[in-house]
């Protein structure tokens, strides 16, 4: 019974730490998002926060399983949809896509001193940085 | 619209463009983004007149093209593109200025947005029509014709005017609607890919009005869009003319949707178009008629960085001759029927080499002819059969 309860609680353990978490910059006035705010702003379509200041997309590449899961888990979204619609502002001139950055420790970084920033990552156990955005359906 | 100042805003629209480009170099990066994408294909439409008259494999499938975004301030930017394209006989061939504009955020908070662009913009009311030279945005090499048909490519891709969009993130999921008024100016060749060569008037737009509204549910892996379109076109013959002076009415009514899975996807969209045509043929001819086509395309990801594509498009000239007969029968038996329809079954095959370089490869089978240049006089010598196929392969790179 107890090797049971440990096997749990280390699936659960690894399945939190797994977890995608939303971040933004610690000033940003916003402690939730619905899927269809969060959308709109990686969409590129909703570019200012509450306060008026200018939103700052980063993300990752579009092989990296973290953005993938975040597509999915967090978006309810595919990869390719975002790549079409990033394309489609980019090309056509309605705005600009998100940077694009290299890895989940840089994404700490830009999104921690950049003002307007929101990002993800999944390791979440180092957040004094940063502000965790609750997402809603 | 005074056609002589379009003419003018357009060489000034290119020397801006070309100004901006070149004292980028002292903007930052966060206020200055450029892009661009480069590919070259090969085509072959035997037994037609859609790229060339001779039957062999052309490399006349080029698209490039440079852009530049611009933040002027938080509530104003400037956007343009040059493109050099080469279809072949599908569209004019050369440089162009493809948009230039000023994006104007009128209002902005967290949940709705309205914007303004003024100058020259991209069509954004149809499912590729923002970005159908653009080579990897789209599903197939040659988009479905029902909708995209390449003779109006020149006129349907973009205006010089004014549009308005505006984005509202509601309890039922996000709303889009798009509002534009515009023109585009038709040079000499344009309106021969149009009217045909032995048109030597001066054709004009005298104005195109669009608008179309996106839906995109919550929680669903459904978009849907509606969208209008009116557009006035007049022809002033020349000296020595087959046509006379007249004047065309363009209108259309679309529907799209799009459901995205995983590891496929759909996309479709349905089109009546409402052709009216007083004179022009002889002083006081008169014809309207309602043309309908639509298509289904399906994506399908078969493994890691490869997807598979169907394509079913379907076009009728006249809704209420689909058969093409009556057509055939009021031009004296002069014209086929299969002048009168054009479906077309697609499949095609894309490769990602990497994140950005691309290799399509698709072919196409063919019933019908009606939407092969020339759209208002059919070419009878150089579109000789009923069915027909063409293959074409593009590889293309983009930054």
Known sequence: MNIKFAVAGFVLWACSALATEVVTHPAVPMDQLTVTQLRAIYSMRQQNWPDGKAIRVFVLSAKNPIHQRFAKEKLQ????????????????????????????????????????????????????????????? | MNYPRLKSFMLRSKLC????????????????????????????????????????????????????????????????????????RRYTKGTRLDYLFLDWTLYSDFDWRLNLFIGRFKNQHWLYSATRDVPFTRNAIVLPQSVYFDSFRDIAVGSDGLA???????????????????????????????????????????????ASLFWRPDHSAWQWGVSLLD?????????????????????????????????????????QERLDISDFYVPGFKRNSFSQGWYVQGRYNLMPRTWALLSVDIFDLDKDDRSGVKFSQSTGGMVPAYFGYQDDVTLGLTYDFTDNLRLTMEHHWVKGTARLAYPVMPDLQHNKSEYWQMWAMQLMYWF
């Open chain 2, 17 to 88: 463009l070309i100004l901006l480009l070149s004292c980028s170099w002292q903007l930052q990066a966060d206020e200055l983004q450029w892009h661009g994408f480069i590919s070259q294909g090969l085509i072959q439409a035997p037994e037609t007149n859609f790229v060339n008259l001779d039957d062999s494999i052309s490399a006349e499938l080029t698209d490039v093209g440079v852009n530049m975004s611009w933040a002027l301030s938080e509530k104003l930017r400037l956007a343009g593109q040059v493109v050099y394209l080469d279809g072949g």
């Open chain 2, 164 to 210: 308005l969009k505006a984005t509202r993130n509601t309890s039922i999921g996000e709303i889009e609607l798009n509002w534009s008024w515009g023109a585009t100016n038709l040079s000499k060749e344009q309106s021969q890919i149009l009217l045909s060569t032995q048109a030597q008037g001066n054709a004009d737009q005298d104005y195109v009005h669009q």
């Open chain 1, 77 to 137: 979204m595919f990869p390719y949809q975002l790549d079409r619609i990033w394309q489609k502002i980019t090309y056509s001139g309605l705005g600009a896509a998100p940077v694009v950055l290299t890895s989940e420790q840089q994404m700490r970084e830009m999104v921690a001193n950049t003002e307007g920033a929101i990002g993800y990552i999944e390791n979440s156990d180092e957040l004094s940085t940063l502000k965790v955005i609750h997402v809603t359906q």
């Open chain 2, 231 to 271: 557009s006035d076109f007049s022809y002033k013959k020349a000296e020595l003319d087959l046509y006379s002076d007249g004047a065309m009415t363009v209108q259309r009514v679309m529907l799209n949707g799009r459901y995205a899975a995983e590891y496929w996807e759909l996309s479709s969209e349905w089109v």
